[in-house]
C-alpha cells in the first residue's frame, strides 16, 4: 500500500483509498472540498485485488487509529469500497470511477451491489461523485460537529446564491 497524506496536526478523520494511483484526476474535487471543510484527510492507494491483505489490515484497523469514514474510490470490477466495509464497521462511502471501456457503469454496479449485511453508500460516477463523497462524509462528522454544520449550512447558502447569479445572467443575455 502506497500511502500520501495530507500533513494534519491532527489524525485524519476520513482516509479515501484509491485502487490505483490513476484515480487520482477523480478523486481531487473529493480532497478539495473536505479542505474546504477543514476535514483532516489521508490519501492512500491500496487494491482490493493486488494488495488484499494490507487493504483487509487497513480497514480492520481504521477505527482504532482514530479514522470516522472510509472513502474508497476504484473503477473497473471496482471491489475496494466493498472489501474494506467487509473488515470494518466505519461508514464506507463508495467513488465509482469511469476507468474503463464501460464508462463507469461496471464500477457503479460493483459498488452498489452489495449482498445485505455489507453495507456502501454509493455516490455518482467520476468527479461528481467524489465531490458529493466529501459532502456527504461532512454531513456525517457534522452529526457531532456544530461548528462544520455552520459550514455545511453556509455551503447550501452558497450554492442557492450561485444559481440565483446564473439565473441573472441568463435574464440579462435573454433582454438583449
Do not use: Y
Not at 477523480?26 to 488484499?52: D, G, M, N, Y
Not at 480492520?60 to 466493498?82: D, M, T
Not at 465509482?96 to 455489507?118: E, F, K, N, Y
Amino acid at each position: 500500500m502506497v500511502s500520501s497524506a495530507k500533513k494534519t496536526k491532527k489524525q485524519a478523520e476520513v482516509v479515501i483509498l484509491m485502487g490505483s494511483d490513476s484515480d487520482l484526476p477523480v478523486v481531487k474535487p473529493c480532497v478539495e472540498q473536505l479542505t474546504e471543510f477543514e476535514i483532516s484527510w489521508e490519501l492512500k492507494v491500496c487494491s482490493a485485488h493486488r494488495s488484499p491483505q494490507a487493504t483487509a489490515r487497513f480497514a480492520a484497523g481504521a477505527r482504532a487509529s482514530g479514522v470516522k469514514i472510509i472513502i474508497a474510490a476504484a473503477g473497473g470490477a471496482a471491489h475496494l469500497a466493498g472489501v474494506v466495509a467487509a473488515h470494518t464497521t466505519l461508514p464506507v462511502l463508495g467513488i465509482p470511477v469511469d476507468s474503463s471501456a464501460l464508462q463507469g457503469l461496471d464500477a457503479l454496479l460493483s459498488t452498489v451491489q452489495m449482498p445485505g449485511g455489507i453495507p456502501v453508500g454509493t455516490l455518482g460516477i467520476g468527479r461528481a461523485g467524489a465531490k458529493n463523497a466529501a459532502i456527504l462524509a461532512a454531513q456525517i462528522l457534522a452529526l457531532t460537529d456544530s461548528n462544520l454544520a455552520a459550514k455545511l449550512e453556509e455551503h447550501k447558502r452558497d450554492l442557492a446564491r450561485s444559481v440565483k447569479q446564473k439565473d441573472q445572467w441568463v435574464q440579462r443575455r435573454l433582454s438583449e
